[in-house]
């Protein structure tokens, strides 16, 4: 393995993640000894109002996929109108390729906990839920352990640090439904319903749980929040591009020598990413890949020098989404990858509205049956057709993001799918997976 | 089936995490709950949970059924689930399941005769850069083939619990669901177990070799106050490092086609916020106060909206919902969506 140039390693900037280098981070008296609580001292010391304007100062966006400034979500919240307000932090972690949350929450709870309870005295919340990913057990258990011993330490509970502040917090698991990271059917789903968005507006920021203000956000900005209360906002600026300030944690998976995190700077480019992950792996070259996780449309060869920032993916007519790159080689075929993201659309579907219940449904069918070998020309046009119908007219992000594979993977790689449909490629579907299919 | 006195304790326990008059909260983990009695969610475990919240079975009903983890049939002490979505699937996680299942003589949510293993296909378990990857119980085995994976099961169906590569030691699967219904992991050092995988690591281990840190952190820099003296950022245009997407109605496009738009980048669209998530924005936030005139105004006018669900619960639910809908077309007013594009317009 080579080693990356020194201009390429000082992309890497260990923020969020410099504490699971330290086995026992988990714990409290570790976390303590690194920095843990020390934000929340200085926290709450300071003007609700003015924490949620170094927010804004720092520029920090969402992490969840959708890039909002965080700052003016927060400041969203109507303030002195009488009724509770609720924290709900989205740990549902679902968007294929995404891995970033899990690991953050297994080796440093504490510094999410410690997130969760600076922004809800910001927002004047008294109460936060951590909605995680059913699946997501080990962190789960590391984060309830957390919860724990910051009620015992006075973190949590009332009169936090003699400041008069309460918080309780609970940790809800959810029970695998992909659907319940989009933040309204997040919503549905705590209070004890089928996870299914809602109509907005209005929006959380005023009708939220329970129909109160409500901030919804991922763990990764949550966990941000700490460290610019630290450093301050000038010195997170320090990292990443004017629209995209900060560090990102960008997950590398698939056709490279070292899959894994890598906290960079916003902005990196895959190229500068495959240099810091050992290059492809050997035998391999690079064909396509997701800048942010499947509900993002494909990238080329073509785009390896493009910044990962919000503002860079979107002018090469993708999404930043998670930044969760799956890398995908000249081995892999993007239309069985397509197929398989479809798939797992439809299995999630929520079945709310028809674009996306009844599209995928079938997509699905017109690829098992072009991966068969008997697919038609008209065939792609049916997709594009298809795709035309979901979105924009899909209820959710959910449906919008099926179509992401499925027109950028025809836009990039038609040549592929003439050759099931022409006959140039041996089938990789049997013929039985076409029951149902006309 | 009576569920144990245990079971009706630990419900009460969880009924008492959510405010008082929000108990169907606690829903979701009474269902994992009855699971961790029952191994599944039976009709029984339903009308438990229907009973304890006062509910009833149909809307319990409506709710187990939407998610995958609550099962529908008796399950094994083992929940093997392999990841089959695409990254795992193109690095041999098809394979790993085709075999499995072959080798076991089950399929997708079937269990074995000996009722140890329940196997299932699972989507991305957001694990793949340790792909392909499968769980037991829910706790990862990374990096597996189809050879390992039968070594697994094998080991299982043996009585054995093989250890995970990541996470604690294996429990059986009822004892995983009372962890899920949110209860501490009861088990002596099982939180403790576990180290992080390279995978997690590397980028780290890169900048600790080259000993890469980033400069300039000062845990003491002072936070700004409002009332200090101004700062050279400009009170009420776009504040330094404010990045909000420009997409506030710029034009007299339907929203339909600006929806559209947004949704589908080019070259000259900013990020747009998720779809469907389309806070308009300007850089600005709407003055708060504005926003809590109308929002006291709306709610003066409007009964609070209560969480009344779609029509199918209750004819109440039904007559709330249909009083949410009427409210939040007025409160439209008091979104922040139209206030700020009200601000842009004048
Ligand atoms: C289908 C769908 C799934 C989503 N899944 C997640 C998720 O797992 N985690 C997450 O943080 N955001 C997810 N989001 C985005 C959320 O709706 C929301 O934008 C986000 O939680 C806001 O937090 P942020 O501003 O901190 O990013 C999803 C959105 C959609 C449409
Ligand atoms: S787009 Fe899909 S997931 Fe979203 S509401 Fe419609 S059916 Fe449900
Ligand atoms: S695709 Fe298997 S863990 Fe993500």
């Known amino acids: 393995m080579t080693t990356p140039r020194p201009e390429t390693l000082a992309k890497l900037t260990p923020v969020l993640t410099k504490r699971w280098l330290s086995p026992d981070a988990w714990q409290l008296r570790t976390y303590e000894r690194l920095d843990g609580y020390a934000a929340l001292r200085k926290a709450l010391k300071a003007h609700p109002d003015d924490l949620i304007q170094l927010v804004k100062d720092s520029g920090l966006r969402g992490r969840g996929g959708a890039g909002f400034p965080t700052g003016l979500k927060w400041g969203f919240i109507p303030q002195g109108d009488g009724k509770p307000h609720y924290l709900v932090v989205n740990a549902d972690e679902g968007e294929p390729g995404t891995c970033k949350d899990l690991p953050l929450m297994t080796h440093d709870p504490h510094s999410l906990v410690e997130g969760v309870i600076i922004a809800s005295y910001a927002i004047r919340a008294n109460r936060a839920y951590i909605y995680i990913r059913g699946e997501a057990v080990h962190a789960a258990r590391r984060l309830r352990h957390a ?124 190229r500068e990413l495959i240099e810091l992950a050992g290059g492809m792996k050997p035998g391999h070259n690079l064909r396509f890949w997701t800048p942010g996780g499947s509900s993002t449309p494909l990238l080329t060869a073509d785009h390896l020098d493009v910044p990962l920032d919000f503002e860079g993916v979107a002018a090469a007519g993708s999404i930043l989404g998670t930044t969760a790159t799956q890398i995908f080689s000249d081995q892999d075929c993007p239309v069985y990858a397509t197929y398989r993201w479809l798939e797992f659309y439809h299995h999630e579907s929520c079945g709310k509205c028809t674009p996306c219940r009844e599209g995928n449904y079938w997509m699905v069918r017109v690829y098992r049956r072009i991966l068969a070998g008997q697919g038609t020309h008209e065939d792609l046009d049916t997709l594009l057709d298809t795709c035309d119908n979901v979105l924009g007219r899909a209820f959710c992000g959910l449906g919008d993001g099926a179509t992401s594979p499925v027109t950028s993977s025809l836009k990039y790689f038609k040549q592929d799918y003439l050759d099931y449909i022409e006959g140039r490629k041996t089938p990789r579907l049997s013929e039985k997976t076409l029951v149902g299919a006309h | 089936m009576g569920f144990s006195d245990e079971t009706r304790e630990r419900a009460r326990e969880i009924i008492a995490r959510y405010p008082a008059d929000r108990s169907r909260s606690a829903l979701l983990p ?101 792909g392909p990857v499968l769980t037991v119980n829910y706790d990862f085995f990374d990096g597996v083939d189809p050879a390992g994976a039968v070594k697994i099961v094998d080991e299982l169906r043996a009585g054995g619990r093989p250890t995970p590569s990541r996470g604690a030691r294996l429990c059986t699967l ?28 590397r980028g780290l281990r890169l900048a600790e070799q080259h000993g890469i840190s980033v400069p300039g ?99 109440e639910a039904q007559e709330r919902s249909l009083d949410e809908a009427s409210a939040s077309a007025r409160s439209e007013l008091a979104s922040p969506a139209v206030a700020s594009e009200k601000e842009a317009q004048q």
């Open chain 2, 217 to 315: 952190f000062d845990p003491n820099t002072p936070i700004r106050s409002k009332d200090a003296p101004a700062p050279a950022t400009p009170a009420k245009a776009a504040p330094t490092g404010s990045t909000a997407p420009d997409v506030k109605a710029p034009d007299a496009k339907s929203p339909e086609v600006r929806a559209a738009e947004t949704r589908q980048p080019d070259a000259k669209t900013p990020a747009p916020d998720s779809p469907g998530t389309r806070v308009p924005v300007d850089g600005t936030a709407p003055a708060p106060r504005d926003a809590q005139a109308a929002e006291a105004a709306g709610v003066a006018e409007n009964a609070p909206a209560g969480d009344g669900k779609p029509a199918g619960d209750s004819s």
């Open chain 1, 147 to 270: 919860v724990d011993e910051a009620y015992a330490r006075g973190y949590l509970g009332r009169n936090i640090l003699g400041s008069g502040f309460d918080l309780d917090l609970v940790v809800h698991s959810g029970a695998g439904a992909y659907i319940c990271g989009e933040e309204t059917a997040l919503l549905d789903s705590l209070e004890g319903f089928r996870g299914q968005p809602r109509l907005r507006p209005p929006f959380p920021a005023t009708h939220g749980l329970y129909a109160c203000p409500t901030v919804v956000n991922n763990v990764g900005t949550i966990a941000s929040v700490p460290y610019i209360v630290l450093g301050g906002a000038d010195w997170w600026k320090t990292m990443g591009t004017e629209k995209s300030s900060g560090p990102m944690i960008y997950s590398l998976s698939g056709r490279i020598a070292n899959p894994g995190q890598y906290e960079c700077s916003m902005g990196v480019t895959l």
């Open chain 2, 174 to 201: 009822r004892e995983m669901s009372v962890q899920l219904a949110g209860f501490a992991d009861s088990r002596e050092g099982a939180v403790a177990d576990g180290v992080p995988g390279e995978p997690t690591l």
């Open chain 2, 30 to 130: 009474l269902l994992h709950l009855v699971q961790s009695e029952e191994g599944y969610v039976s009709p029984a475990g339903v009308e438990f949970c229907a009973e304890v919240l006062g509910l009833n079975k149909a809307q319990v009903g409506a709710v187990a059924t939407f998610y995958t983890m609550y099962k529908r049939r008796p399950t094994g002490d083992y929940l093997v689930s392999v990841c089959t979505n695409t990254m795992c699937n193109v690095l041999g996680g098809q394979e790993v399941y085709d075999t499995v299942a072959e080798y076991l003589g089950v399929g997708h949510e079937e269990t074995t005769a000996d009722g140890k293993i329940t196997l299932e296909h699972a989507e991305c378990l957001a694990a793949c850069d340790y």
